[in-house]
């Protein structure tokens, strides 16, 4: 009976996503402070498009607006090689947990706000599922096109307990393209 109890235990931890236990999300959450406008200065993935395209992207800027249900409604700008902004406008859905989020329509099963000071710098965990292929994603969000130390600390920290390696990684060069359009 306890052998078969302990094989359960085990075989339940194995079909655990390798991450999903160890990722933190920011104790007290508050929305209203995460709103705003956020520049993306670094991203570190397995997704095998943004290895493919890594080193020739531009810092996005991401307006985010808190809404009355808990959700948040989310603008990005993409800066394009063109010398454009392609903008994208989401709505993450709260999760069971505050500062915990999912956007089905972007493939986004978990969203995580893992860290943030809301004045410097937020920490994203991303978990996407796209044709049976589980990616996962840390973004660093800083309030100017700077990162912010304690903010790159952390996530740093947090690389490889979500099963990621430095080298997947990319700081964005900073690119005016988006800043002003965002704003209209």
């Not at 989310?74 to 090689?81: A, I, M, R, S």
């Not at 709260?94 to 710098?121: C, E, L, N, W």
């Amino acid at each position: 009976m306890l052998l078969a109890v302990w094989v359960t235990a085990l075989l339940v931890l194995l079909q655990l996503s390798p991450g999903q236990a160890q990722v933190p999300i920011q104790a007290n959450f508050d929305p209203s402070k995460f709103q705003g406008l956020w520049y993306v200065v670094g991203a570190v993935s397995d997704d095998q498009g943004f290895q493919d395209s890594k080193d020739d992207m531009k810092m996005p800027v991401v307006s985010v607006t808190s809404l009355a249900n808990g959700d948040l409604a989310l603008k990005f700008g993409y800066p394009t090689p063109d010398g454009g902004c392609q903008k994208i406008e989401t709505t993450y859905t709260k999760g069971a947990a505050d500062g915990q989020f999912s956007d089905p329509a972007m493939a986004q099963t978990d969203i995580r706000v893992a860290s943030t000071d809301y004045d410097h710098f937020a920490l994203m965990y991303f978990e996407t599922q796209k044709a049976g292929v589980r990616n996962v994603w840390l973004q660093l969000f800083a309030r100017t096109p700077e990162p912010f130390p304690e903010g790159a600390q952390k996530m740093q920290e947090l690389v490889s307990q979500v099963g990621l390696n430095p080298s997947q990684g990319a700081l964005m060069p900073k690119s005016e393209q988006c800043t002003g359009a965002m704003s209209q």
